[in-house]
């Protein structure tokens, strides 16, 4: 079969794709837009896409990947959108995240054949995205495919190479994301909620839909590490202030991965880390000699400040912290450390134990390539995230400053304050 007669093909399933939406009630009209979708400055550089809310960045996966956002139902019609200059915004925000591991999730619904950009625009947009944005995307959700995906799929057969098309993965309802994202941190457009209830409903799916009809959690184990409070951990371990997670990391870390180049920027073995996460969580203990890989625990540390349930730097100093660009340069170091200092006990403890090891790391930077602004880049939002939603692409400016501000000049951000019980790594 020659290629125009898959495109020609692409445009009538397209259309029954589009049939197939009216039948369930769809007719691919936009509705209103959830109020948590953050707002887009007059002066983005690319405030004239940004504003469509097109592309989000929604924090971390379950294992320390940025997650990248691409709403097709948010696409406006061709002739109100510069493609050109869509391509360069969706190059700009990875562009902040392609040197770490990072994945993207695809929302498929709402691609018509008013706003479906051209099969060409797509080939070259596809080589327009060189190995650097390629090597590190560890996978593409598409959410609710239909036969265009599968015929598109056809289409560019040729050119994607086999490995990148082992990352791609197809996801037929919202509910299959959970195992994979923080699903609750996700900006998901109302379209593609009602969507999939429509879609659930017709096939008679008996799966919860959102987060508010799931079951109530389990209660957490005595032993539980993951996912439960810093003051659970202390009291199920006789007040030590360090959770056993951090200190083992730490501890194996400073001995054996200071010099091991761009470690926490690289991600490890999904099974592997859920496996040491379970024994975590029971009481088991963890021997991380047996790996001797020091990327594994890079991995678990991250993993456990992003399943705190409120981040180390709490959600009441999250407005402060993005703050921080607002404040004179020779002022920063101050004003960062009058934020560290209004913590609580327990959340300052654990900060100054993971940045005293983080700034040790830092001055190995000539091997391991992990300066203090590489290791911000990695951190920022592990340690700090919004209370509702996940947060905005302006808010990364500010925590990756604040983060590097913390290592960078943890010996006097950190000298004047000591906790009861406190110990260094």
Request: glycine fraction near 4%; include cysteine.
């Amino acid at each position: 079969m020659h290629a125009v007669d898959f495109e020609q093909l692409a445009e009538i399933e397209l259309q029954k794709d589009e049939e197939d939406l009216v039948h369930l009630g769809h007719e691919g009209t936009a509705v209103n837009r959830p109020l948590q979708t953050p707002e887009v400055h007059l002066n983005h550089p690319y405030y004239d896409i940004a504003r469509h809310d097109i592309i989000h960045v929604a924090g971390d996966d379950n294992f320390g990947r940025k997650v990248i956002t691409f709403s097709c139902c948010r696409l406006p019609p061709c002739h109100e959108i510069d493609h050109v200059r869509l391509l360069e915004y969706l190059k700009y925000t990875l562009d902040h995240y392609v040197e770490n591991d990072y994945t993207v999730v695809y929302f498929h619904y709402g691609l018509n054949s008013r706003n479906k950009p051209s099969l060409s625009w797509l080939q070259s947009a596809y080589k327009a995205f060189d190995r650097k944005y390629k090597k590190n995307l560890k996978m593409l959700y598409v959410v609710h495919p239909t036969n265009f995906i599968k015929v598109l799929w056809n289409i560019f057969k040729p050119v994607i190479s086999h490995k990148f098309g082992k990352k791609i993965l197809y996801i037929k309802y919202l509910s299959d994301l959970r195992e994979h994202l923080k699903f609750n941190r996700l900006i998901i457009p109302q379209e593609v909620l009602q969507h999939d209830e429509k879609l659930r409903a017709s096939q008679k799916a008996k799966l919860p839909s959102c987060p508010a009809k799931c079951p109530p959690p389990r209660p957490p184990l005595p032993t539980q590490q993951f996912g439960v409070s810093l003051q659970y951990i202390k009291n199920k371990n006789s007040g030590a202030l360090i959770p056993p997670v951090i200190k083992d990391t730490i501890s194996y870390l400073s001995v054996k991965g200071l010099h091991t180049e761009g470690l926490f920027r690289r991600s490890a073995s999904v099974h592997v880390i859920k496996d040491i996460q379970k024994s975590y969580n029971l009481g088991k203990p963890v021997n991380f000699d047996e790996s001797d890989d020091p990327h594994i625990p890079a991995v678990v540390l991250k993993s456990f400040l992003r399943e705190l349930p409120e981040p180390l730097l709490t959600f009441g100093s999250y407005q402060r912290i993005l703050e921080i660009t607002l404040v004179e340069n020779v002022l920063r170091v101050t004003r960062c450390k009058q934020i560290i200092h209004s913590l609580p006990d327990d959340n300052y403890a654990v900060l100054k134990y993971v940045m005293c090891f983080l700034y040790a790391l830092s001055q190995e930077s000539i091997s391991n390539k992990m300066s203090a602004s590489n290791l911000a880049c990695v951190f920022g939002l592990n340690l700090a995230w919004p209370q509702e939603g996940p947060p905005s692409i302006d808010a990364l400016l500010p925590l990756n400053v604040f983060t590097e501000l913390m290592i960078e000049f943890y010996p006097q951000i950190f000298d004047s304050r000591t906790v009861p019980g406190e110990c260094l790594p």
